[in-house]
């Protein structure tokens, strides 16, 4: 009966719509299992943008952040932390999921191959599920 | 709210200690979304291995599928269906989510590369992440 209580979730979330339904899973997971919700980032540096630009992803980030934790807090969840990160997607999933002792990984899946950015984020959820040492949820 | 309510969930099962994890995630996400659990076991034609030894493994396979189905009614689940196959693991779970319009499908992992068999079901989730059109939970 216990199985599912967990006591950290992660979501990681980026700026497109498929975030949406990823996150809506974990708030109910989170919900349900009474733990405490993640929320993450991740800046993706692909190659070196300069300030400006690199100024902006970051604000961009932090916009996506706070809109999805009032949404977690309008949901009713109370226990609900953002964490921003610069990287490779999957290594700063993995680091933050080490470093916060997460239970369950929770991430959505985009298209295959639509786009390099598709690509990518499939390649996200591919490494996920090879390297993580806790439960991973692929929301599709 | 109704974001996690899922009508079929399939759960992969094979021989070894390291489905129980996973098969006790999918009993409470069957019980707390009300969903129909599928128990699908896959027996795996590795090569050619002759009538006597195919007749064992599929006996090893009913008896694996028995099992399992008698957990899940022992912990209240009404819906439970229990299906055999033979072939690729990855292959026979994305049929039998196609085929019974499956909404989550839950498999267990094993540690990486300590035996050839270990290899091939991380092989399988990590084939289940890329390709399954619906969400896929990894239990470690």
């Known amino acids: 009966v216990n199985g599912k209580k ?3 979730i992660l979501i990681a979330v980026d ?4 975030s949406n339904k990823a996150f809506k899973y974990a708030c109910n997971l989170a919900r349900d299992s009474e733990s405490e919700l993640q ?6 540096n692909f190659v070196d943008v300069g300030y ?6 970051e604000n ?5 952040l706070h809109k999805y934790d009032a949404r977690a807090r309008s949901v009713g969840l109370l226990s ?6 610069k990287g490779n997607p999957a290594e700063e999933i ?3 999921a ?15 191959y639509a786009s390099l950015s598709d690509y990518l984020l499939g390649s996200t959820s591919y490494k996920l599920a090879h390297y993580s040492k806790c439960t991973v949820v692929i929301v599709k």
Chains 1, 2 share one sequence.
């Open 15 to 18: 700026t497109s719509e498929y």
């Open 6 to 8: 967990s006591k950290q």
């Open 80 to 85: 609900v932390n953002t964490i921003l990160a």
């Open 60 to 64: 961009t980030g932090r916009r996506t």
């Open 39 to 44: 929320i993450l980032h991740v800046i993706e």
């Open 98 to 112: 080490d470093k916060k002792n997460i239970n369950i990984i929770v991430v959505g899946s985009r298209g295959h």
């Open 52 to 57: 400006s630009i690199s100024k902006e992803l």
């Open 94 to 96: 993995l680091k933050v």
